[in-house]
């Protein structure tokens, strides 16, 4: 167990809805970043939040945001969900600014039909 | 573009061998990397990580070597247990500001009873 919480487990959707992804990271650590991954793509980086404000983006389409929030949890939106985008959304946390060391949670596994 | 690679994508060993999964990377001025052992179901799980002013380093029953002069990465698992299947990705820093994560596309392990 990592120490990194992710909500939900499995989500089931349709084309068009929007979602919400939710992570907490391991006590401690103030950088939360979001990873997609699907079979053709590998794990690809999204996003990166450090302390409540955003540091890095990545391959992150503009129908998906994130925050962080000040008790340091943090939420990806998926709007506009189209059949691509069904994949494992994981999350991992660290410590510091810098992403080193960065430990993952269990993943959602988003469903899009 | 600058890419992290795996030579092979599945791996098969006998229980007890010793396994050596490689690594390709080709942005020379990456100065960390990260070993991932992603099992089924769940998030990848930090293994072992090394920097480039390092050539070697072991863990409990890992050992991973960096030859920063023809850009490869490996990762030796000692008396490979059944535990020990999964998916293995290599990760580097990407350099410049962002720092980020880049995964390799991972390497499929199977122990052979």
């Known amino acids: 167990d990592s120490g990194v919480t992710q909500t939900p487990k499995h989500l089931i959707t349709a084309t068009g809805q929007r979602v919400t992804l939710r992570c907490s990271p391991r006590?401690?650590?103030?950088?939360v970043y979001w990873y997609q991954q699907s079979l053709d793509q590998g794990l690809q980086f999204l996003i990166h939040?450090?302390?409540?404000?955003?540091?890095a983006k990545g391959n992150i389409l503009e129908r998906f945001s994130a925050q962080q929030f000040p008790d340091l949890h943090s939420e990806l939106n998926l709007s506009s969900l189209e059949l691509g985008d069904s994949a494992l959304y994981f999350c991992?946390?660290?410590?510091?600014?810098?992403?080193?060391?960065?430990?993952f949670g269990p993943g959602t596994r988003l469903t899009v039909l | 573009g600058e890419s992290v690679g795996l030579h092979l994508p599945t791996l098969s060993v006998q229980e007890g061998d010793n396994s050596i999964i490689n690594c390709a990377y080709s942005?020379?001025?990456?100065?960390?990397f990260i070993w991932y052992k992603q099992e089924s179901g769940k998030g990848p799980q930090f293994i072992i990580d090394?920097?480039?002013?390092?050539d070697k380093r072991q863990g409990q029953r890992v050992t991973v070597l960096l030859n920063k002069t023809v850009k490869h990465l490996s990762l030796q698992i000692a008396a490979t247990q059944p535990g020990d299947s999964a998916v293995y990705f290599c990760?580097?820093?990407?350099?410049?500001?962002?720092?980020?994560?880049?995964f390799g596309s991972g390497t499929q392990l199977t122990v052979l009873p």
């Open positions: 006590s401690g650590d103030l950088s």
């Open positions: 939040y450090y302390n409540g404000e955003e540091r």
């Open positions: 991992a946390s660290s410590v510091a600014s810098r992403p080193d060391t960065q430990y």
């Open positions: 990760a580097e820093i990407s350099p410049g500001s962002a720092r980020q994560l880049t």
């Open positions: 090394i920097r480039s002013n390092m």
């Open positions: 942005n020379s001025a990456s100065d960390y």
